[in-house]
């Protein structure tokens, strides 16, 4: 099971920022990310209780190259479930995630079991990896700058860890906090809430 740590936050320059991420990080290529979330009809939820709080998301992907071209990218439906927690403004996800091969055939099923799409986003944008080598870092860091629809503009700094042990995280905290200062984003612009509560799903 992969540990996701993660910062998200707020910006108000995209194109500025992503300039200077562009300075530092090597760029990979471009997504549009479309995001449905299942879970239980209301009359069978006491059916469910062992259902993820997360729900199930349904995502349909579209990734680019690291040329930047979205018109010729690949086609993806990606399935997952998380349990999602929030330390000191920092996510910490365990998440559970395989790809399917038809995504509307899934959504069938979904169905068949009861649940419906209750939660929604789209959110589309640029990818990059930092890894500064300067810095003792073996694993790079996943930036994405992305637009959410109906919200604006964030950034997110990503680790893929091992484990969710105190020590793992605070020293993973450090890197993505000390990236977040390199690229000027100011942490009082971090926002610790969900996209969906955002969104008032």
Known sequence: ??????????????????????????????????????????????????????GVR?????????????????????ITYKAKEVRDDIEVNHEREFTVSDGAVFEDLLTALGLIPIKRKRKTGWVWVYNNDALNIEDGITVELALLERLGYFIELEIIADNDAADTVAAARGRLLALLDLLGIARNRIESRYYTDLLGQ
Request: no cysteine.
């Open 58 to 78: 349904v995502r349909k992907e579209v990734a680019g190259d690291g040329r930047g071209d979205i018109q010729n990218g690949i086609q993806t439906t990606r």
């Open 1 to 54: 099971m992969a540990i996701e740590i993660e910062v998200k936050a707020w910006v108000d320059t995209p194109e500025s920022l992503k300039q200077r991420i562009d300075a530092i990080a090597r760029f990979t290529g471009v997504f549009d990310k479309t995001d449905a979330y299942w879970y239980p009809a209301p009359i069978l939820a006491a059916l469910y209780t062992a259902f993820p709080a997360s």
